[in-house]
């Protein structure tokens, strides 16, 4: 099975990075803003979680450039000539921005109203919610997500998050 290996790395500074090692040994790399949570840890975990092969991450290990999986998992479109099938793309879109969302507000959203927003989500991209995602399996994968949150955002400048894709392996 194909393994990617996956550095969160804090910088210190006004932008953190992603580096991103395939099994062949390409590599890509990308910024984000330091702010907030880290959007593409929150994917890694979905999708490791969920068994979202052709998420994110997925479409990052089989070649895919970040910049246009990323446009396309905003876009909502379920088809793409460059990337095939989307659906998994778009589930863990739907589940990663109400987790992301659900942590932003203030009090936080309960667990079912972040899996109804991503329900919502995923029926204005013509697709289903990831299977036997559930309001007690939701509230699991949240769980996880803001743990590994809080162990990217304990990290000092120059530390990494290291992570494999899948984990499961």
Avoid: K
Wanted: proline share 4%.
């Amino acid at each position: 099975m194909r393994v990617l290996e996956i550095a969160f790395v804090c910088t210190g500074e006004s932008h953190d990075r992603i580096q991103a090692r395939r099994e062949d040994g390409s590599e890509a790399a990308w910024r984000w803003g330091a702010g907030g949570p880290p959007h593409d840890l929150v994917h890694w975990v979905v999708e490791d979680e969920l068994g979202l092969a052709r998420g994110f991450w997925g479409l990052v290990d089989a070649g895919a450039d970040f910049g246009f999986v990323n446009a396309s998992g905003h876009s909502g479109e379920r088809e793409s000539a460059e990337l095939g099938d989307a659906t998994e793309l778009m589930q863990a879109e739907a589940v990663v921005n109400s987790i992301q969302q659900g942590m932003a507000m203030d009090p936080p959203w309960s667990d079912l109203e972040c899996l109804r927003w991503s329900a919502t989500w995923c029926e204005q991209a013509r697709t289903e919610l990831p299977a036997g995602l559930d309001v007690c399996r939701y509230g699991e994968l949240r769980a996880t997500a803001e743990d590994w949150v809080a162990r990217y955002r304990a990290l000092s400048p120059r530390e990494a998050l290291h992570v494999t894709f899948p984990s499961h392996v």
